[in-house]
């Protein structure tokens, strides 16, 4: 793990051997003020976009320069490819986009920088909450930071669209199952979706959560419980899934995410189940919540996590190294946590802040997940990286991909399910 302090010690030594040689060398290049930086990220959709540039403005104010390595591909399946890659390769992007687990398994690799002096003097042991602090450490130490907190389990719909089908705002499965239905009946789609597996993992986790209830999940999709894996509970779960199914449109297969969101906003389909950045594209199209379109908890007690890090990889030069510090310090800034939250669709990754100029959406979050964690009932999102390995959501999405596209019983889903976690563990 190397230190973000660690270039300008080096020069320093550097020039000073020099002088007790005699020699004379060519003073190094002069840093640009706030430094260069290279941000791999998969934030390419409307929201997403104008989020990310907020940052670079940010960046750029401070008189840094900004390389942007967007990989596009929701859930951000290609840019992991591409960071492996990068790596391999010797040339790590400055700072990248990561998550959950996935944050301690880089870092156990040895290729990321410690932050710890930018912690320190930015004081982030008292600006984050407990439950991200642990997400961006490892083994004591600061290799990341967090940008926001998300929430995945949400119901987005279109009030307009469901009052000409005379559907109320479901609270339970049954109810969103007959207010499916009601839609179907009037040639509307139900439900706006696109068949890539990390959006089927993502209606699939919703419905543990909703059908099962925290304890549940966590049992199920944190500690991978081979008995929940393989209930009757699970069995629901998968009923659900087919009946899901059946509320798709013909064309949903690889459609991105925020595709099928604009099917909501413009009166296509009903509902769509997906995190809070599909709120970014409400808003990017002049959407008003609470009138265009609606946020409503998906059914279940709980609130599934997904906060996006930024996780800075060991990189040489001193200009790096600064673009790196600058980076770090602008995005936990209230400044920063205020702008890109806002387009985002996220709320704040920092605590403290007053959320009154949020919206009615976010402010629901932030209740519900004060709410969640007084009740115990905060849960990591397995298909947003939270809460398992790579490879184990990997071996879950196959799963939950082959069971939504075939006629797999639930049954045998669940039985293929825990098979494949037990082999990926
Ligand atoms: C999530 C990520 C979000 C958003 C979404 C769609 O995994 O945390 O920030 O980018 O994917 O790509």
């Not at 990220?41 to 409307?46: K, P, V």
């Not at 419980?225 to 629901?236: I, P």
Request: with cysteine; net charge negative; hydrophobic share 45%.
């Amino acid at each position: 793990m190397r230190k973000t302090t660690g270039g300008g010690f080096g020069v320093s030594c550097l020039s000073a051997l020099a002088l007790v040689a005699g020699l004379a060398i060519a003073a190094p290049k002069p840093a640009a003020a706030g430094g260069s930086v290279e941000v791999l990220h998969w934030w390419t959709a409307g929201g997403e976009a104008k989020a990310v540039s907020a940052l670079k403005d940010q960046f750029e104010a401070e008189g840094g320069t900004w390389i942007d390595s967007p990989v596009a591909g929701g859930g951000g399946d290609a840019a992991m490819t591409a960071l492996r890659s990068r790596v391999i390769a010797g040339n790590p992007p400055s700072a990248v986009q990561l998550k959950g687990p996935s944050i301690q398994e880089w870092a156990a690799e040895g290729v990321v920088a410690n932050l710890d002096d930018i912690a320190k003097a930015e004081n982030w042991d008292k600006l984050l909450p407990a439950l991200l602090k642990s997400v961006v450490t490892y083994e004591g130490h600061y290799v990341a930071v967090p940008v926001n907190i998300h929430r995945v389990d949400w119901l987005w719909a279109n009030p307009a669209v469901l009052a000409k089908a005379g559907v109320a705002v479901p609270t339970t499965w049954d109810e969103f199952n007959t207010a499916a239905e009601a839609l179907k009946a009037k040639g509307i789609i139900p439900l706006a979706h696109g068949g890539q597996p990390w959006q089927d993992a993502t209606l699939f986790e919703v419905v543990v959560l909703g059908l099962g209830g925290p304890a549940f999940y966590h049992k199920a999709l944190v500690e991978l419980d081979d008995a929940a894996l393989r209930g009757d509970t699970m069995v629901k779960v998968f009923d659900q899934m087919r009946r899901l199914r059946g509320f798709v449109d013909p064309n949903f297969s690889g459609r991105d995410w925020n595709l099928a969101t604009a099917m909501v906003i413009n009166g296509e389909a009903g509902f769509q189940i997906m995190g809070d950045w599909a709120k970014g594209e409400f808003l990017g199209a002049g959407k008003v919540p609470g009138k265009d379109f609606l946020c409503i908890a998906a059914p279940g007690k709980g609130f599934l996590l997904n906060s996006d890090s930024l996780v800075m990889f060991d990189v040489k030069g001193a200009d790096k190294i600064e673009g790196q510090k600058t980076l770090a310090r602008l995005v936990l800034g209230e400044t920063f946590q205020r702008t890109f939250n806002t387009l985002k669709g996220s709320i704040p990754a920092r605590q403290g802040m007053d959320l009154a100029d949020f919206d009615a959406c976010a402010q629901k979050s932030q209740a519900d997940l004060t709410k969640a964690i007084a009740a115990d009932s905060l849960e990591p999102s397995m298909a947003h990286e939270m809460a398992v390995p790579r490879s184990v959501r990997g071996a879950i999405m196959d799963v939950v991909t082959a069971h939504f596209n075939s006629s797999e019983s639930s049954a045998e889903a669940v039985a293929h399910l825990a098979d494949s976690i037990a082999q990926a563990r």
